[in-house]
Nanobody, 129 residues
Framework: QVQLVESGGGLVQAGGSLRLSCAAS????????MGWFRQAPGKDREFVAA????????YYADSVKGRFTISRDNAKNTAYLQMISLKPEDTAVYYC??????????????????????WGQGTQVTVSS
């Protein structure tokens, strides 16, 4: 079992920045691919970014490319999502998720929330205009 806890959310003005953290316990994160997803009110949960277990492959949703950066520090058992140039449409609850690594995973699987076995409780990000 992996327990995930997000932190770093908050209220920020448009154009501002936030850094989300996802701290894991129970297992070492080095055996897991990590993803960030978000869910805005009245909308489905959507993929934001993913990073494979070693950090060797990284993917972003088109809506956040160039503004968000996913990273991980396996020694600290923590994943991160650095967000800059935030927009009001980035307002959502942000979730980190983990899936066990089984060799080279096809990229499309990392974009699907049902591929992830473990989820944090979420952290609210609100961007004011």
């Amino acid at each position: 079992q992996v327990q995930l806890v997000e932190s770093g959310g908050g209220l920020v003005q448009a154009g501002g920045s936030l850094r989300l953290s996802c701290a894991a316990s129970g297992r070492t994160l080095s055996g897991y691919d990590m993803g960030w997803f978000r869910q805005a009110p009245g909308k489905d949960r959507e993929f934001v970014a993913a990073i494979t277990w070693s950090g060797g492959r990284i993917y972003y949703a088109d809506s956040v490319k160039g503004r968000f950066t996913i990273s991980r520090d396996n020694a600290k058992n923590t994943a991160y999502l650095q967000m800059i140039s935030l927009k009001p449409e980035d307002t959502a609850v942000y979730y980190c998720a983990a899936r066990p690594t089984w060799g080279a995973v096809p990229a499309p699987l990392l974009f699907r929330d049902n591929e992830y076995d473990y989820w944090g409780q979420g952290t609210q990000v609100t961007v004011s205009s």
